[in-house]
């Protein structure tokens, strides 16, 4: 290979680097679709006013969910519908009783996320936000006996934490992976931690 067809290379690579890498800077309108893994964690639960509160784990689960968003130079902001599902778990208190929990949300969130380029292709970003979370559980007590059902019903403000990768597989679609930590105010302290992929059409 002559010395003038190897720089022909590398500067024609140069410029498709560059005009990707552009291409990709620019402010876009996108749409995406993500699947989750839950781990639901642990949260506060009683059956009525006069019952002790336990602290029961919910266990894992899953969940899906659909975003669209909006590039501002570095920013993003986004509009998320999500569902979560988890259980039904079973666990056990230190006093013996025993319980099957079962946990479904609703969420709709709007997020906030900074960008960071590390390649042409690849980028970090980190944010957050909040919205409202819409959770039903149910919780039958197995032991002791007679067994007993309760069922929660609550609407909230939840807030969340978010880090991610996002990787470029052309001008237009991307697949991309996070770690999430939710947390929402229904008067239980409830909290779970969710790893998210998936992927993203921009426009």
């Known amino acids: 290979m002559s ?48 019952s002790p509160s336990f602290t029961l784990d919910y266990g894992n689960g899953f969940g899906v969910g659909a975003d669209i968003g909006r590039t501002f130079g570095a920013f993003r902001a986004e509009l998320e519908i999500a569902h979560l599902r988890v259980g039904p778990n079973t666990d056990a208190t230190t006093s013996g009783a025993t319980f099957e929990l079962s946990d479904r949300y609703w969420m709709g969130l709007l997020g906030g996320y900074y960008d960071f380029d590390v390649s042409p292709v690849v980028t970090l970003y980190l944010g957050g936000g909040g919205g409202v979370v819409v959770r039903n559980a149910d919780v039958v007590q197995l032991t002791p006996l007679p067994p007993r059902t309760a ?45 998210w992929a998936g992927v993203r059409k921009r426009f």
């Not at 990709?24 to 506060?44: E, K, W």
């Not at 807030?159 to 930590?181: H, I, K, P, T």
């Open 3 to 50: 010395k003038e067809y190897r720089k022909f290379v590398i500067a024609a690579q140069v410029v498709l680097g560059l005009s990707f890498s552009n291409a990709c800077a620019q402010d876009h309108t996108y749409v995406g679709l993500r699947g989750s893994y839950v781990n639901a964690g642990t949260t506060d639960t009683q059956f009525d006013a006069v």
């Open 151 to 195: 069922a929660l019903d609550k609407t909230s403000f939840g807030v969340f934490g978010e880090a991610g990768v996002d990787v470029a597989l052309s001008q237009s679609v991307s697949l991309f992976a996070a770690f999430r930590y939710l947390e929402h105010n229904d008067s239980l302290s409830t909290s779970s931690s969710n790893v």
